[in-house]
């Protein structure tokens, strides 16, 4: 009897040390947001390869020749660290960063920061909760490289984006005509509605106010069949743009609950012509 009690006490003292115990990892990670704390301290959040969303603190670098430097923090900055991963913690702790990939457009050409730092922050909200998903990951880093790279053509970059962030989400549009099977969409695009809570088009309104009339419901099948590639062959305006956008926003609203109001927005709107 003894040795049983103390055998279920041991196994119990193993699993709770366990869940405090530190893993050692390296991992790719793309800086989501940061935040100073004190003096010496920035709280940083990251999405990463292996783990998924992660807070970091890190003591602020006091020379130049300090492994953690301030300047990899930044916004949407791509990076390699070495962290010690304990499940139960709340703060995470860096130990070594490096940059996986220079992005010096991105911080020189203020549109392209401006989509950068609006994606950031779209993706510090979105991403709340997000576990490790190695093909979103990939999405997004070689997404931000993409939009880095390029020199023109890059004025619906964010409108593609957030259409195909939204597959990886769980709520990316349905192509088949609610009650129809497999229709094809294209022979009656213009006059179908869009039912932004279930995410598919239909003949009729559905019984609540969260779809898209016909003429605005042809904008999500627009802009299903963009990519990076052929984006530029769609001449949008900035009204157009900026409408699509709104829809997205709230189309987002509806699948991730208290998505809030976006600070960099406003910023957003007033690019391109």
């Known amino acids: 009897m003894f040795c049983q009690i103390f055998l279920k006490k041991s196994v119990s ?119 490790r998903n190695e093909p979103l990951f990939d999405y997004v880093r070689t997404s931000i490289e993409w939009l880095d790279g390029r020199e023109r053509d890059f004025a619906n970059f964010h409108l593609v984006f957030l259409m195909r962030l939204s597959r990886f989400l769980g709520f990316y549009p349905n192509l088949e005509l609610r009650n129809h099977g497999t229709t094809e969409l294209r022979n009656c695009e213009n006059s179908l509605y869009f039912d932004l809570r279930a995410a598919c088009f239909c003949e009729q309104p559905p019984l609540h106010r969260d779809f898209l009339m016909p003429q605005e419901a042809s904008r999500i099948h627009l802009l299903m069949r963009m990519d990076y590639a052929t984006m530029h062959l769609f001449r949008l305006g900035r009204a157009d743009r900026n409408r699509i956008l709104e829809i997205l926003i709230q189309y987002y609203r509806l699948h991730i609950p208290q998505f809030p109001e976006l600070r960099s927005l406003p910023v957003l709107q007033e690019l391109f012509q």
């Open 13 to 131: 003292f193993c699993i709770f040390f366990a869940n405090f115990a530190a893993v050692k990892t390296k991992t790719e990670a793309i800086v989501l947001h940061s935040v100073k704390y004190g003096e010496q301290k920035l709280i940083v959040d990251m999405f990463t390869r292996q783990w998924g969303r992660l807070s970091f603190a890190l003591q602020l670098p006091r020379t130049a020749q300090a492994k953690l430097k301030k300047q990899y923090f930044q916004p949407l900055t791509l990076l390699n660290i070495e962290a010690d991963i304990r499940q139960q913690v709340q703060l995470q702790k860096i130990s070594e960063a490096s940059l996986l990939s220079p992005l010096p457009s991105l911080l020189s050409d203020p549109s392209k920061l401006a989509i950068g730092l609006f994606v950031c922050e779209f993706l510090y909200h979105a991403l709340r909760d997000e576990q």
